[in-house]
């Protein structure tokens, strides 16, 4: 039997939103497993390289391609350079995202519609191309959410519908696309320390110390941790998992 570590071997897998933080830690992590990994990007052209250069310095193949997820002609665009790329496709990791906390005075349709594009249309056109480049032997998505989508936080009134309306997008597509072997699970992360969370401004203040103090495992997550996740629902390891939600947050979800 293989090892767990090279169980993508001549598989495909598309990352989106992987020039940093989960993205790229699960980028990264798919790639060492044997995969050949897109790499996609927004805007971090340079942070996307990076991530490529990695995969391939660790062994494996990868390539880096622009696409807006919020845009559905750049997704339809993406999918066709990766299928130009690599010849075949047989996971998608829909973790492209954007978030903004703010309360329910301030918040507004211009908000709710850039975070709705990207984070539940995006991953539903995403998942329809995935689906048409799979093979007969079928495939793995992953979409990946938060534990905002069950949890209530104050002020994150649009975020957590984005990310339930994700969770309903996972069930549904698990029972569509089950009779094609494709399979479709939510990884539910927690508080991870990333460049997203540093930048907004979470790292360090009395919000991080609120949250680990009710987490049990008292502290937040890192990329990795949710990267070695991502890797177990993409890979056969987790053949007879689908619909599922696996949430990754020391216990924070409790």
């Known amino acids: 039997m293989e090892g767990f570590m090279s169980n993508l071997k001549g598989k495909v897998a598309l990352v989106t939103g992987a020039s940093k933080g989960i993205g790229a830690a699960i980028a990264k992590s798919l790639g060492a497993a044997g995969a050949s990994v897109v790499v996609n990007y927004a805007s971090d ?16 193949k990868a390539v880096s391609v622009q696409a807006d997820l919020s845009k559905p002609e750049e997704i339809s665009r993406l999918f066709a350079e990766a299928k130009t790329k690599f010849g075949r496709l047989d996971v ?4 492209a995202g954007v978030f903004k906390f703010s309360p329910l005075a301030e918040s507004d349709p211009a908000e709710f519609h850039r ?6 249309l995006g991953p539903i056109l995403a998942a329809r191309e995935a689906a048409a480049h799979f093979g007969e032997e079928g495939g793995s998505i992953v979409n990946v959410s938060s534990i905002v989508s069950l949890k209530a936080f104050p002020g994150s009134v649009i975020y957590a519908a984005a990310k339930g309306a994700l969770d309903a997008v996972t069930r549904v597509l698990a029972a569509e696309l089950a009779p094609r072997k494709i399979r479709v699970n939510t990884l539910a992360p927690g508080m991870i320390e990333t460049e997203g969370t540093h930048t907004a401004g979470f790292i360090g203040t009395d919000f ?3 949250v680990e103090e009710r987490t049990p495992l008292g502290r937040i997550g890192q990329p990795d941790e949710v990267a070695r996740v991502a890797l177990f629902l993409a890979s056969d390891e987790s053949g007879w998992v689908t619909g599922g939600r696996i949430t990754v947050a020391g216990g924070g979800q409790l």
Not at 45 to 60: C, D, L, R, T
Not at 92 to 95: A, G, Y
Not at 115 to 120: C, D, G
């Open 92 to 95: 998608l990791i829909n973790n």
């Open 45 to 60: 052209k340079a942070g996307a390289q990076k991530v490529v250069a990695e995969i391939v310095k660790a062994g494996s």
């Open 115 to 120: 975070q709705f594009n990207t984070n539940v």
């Open 208 to 210: 991080q110390k609120n």
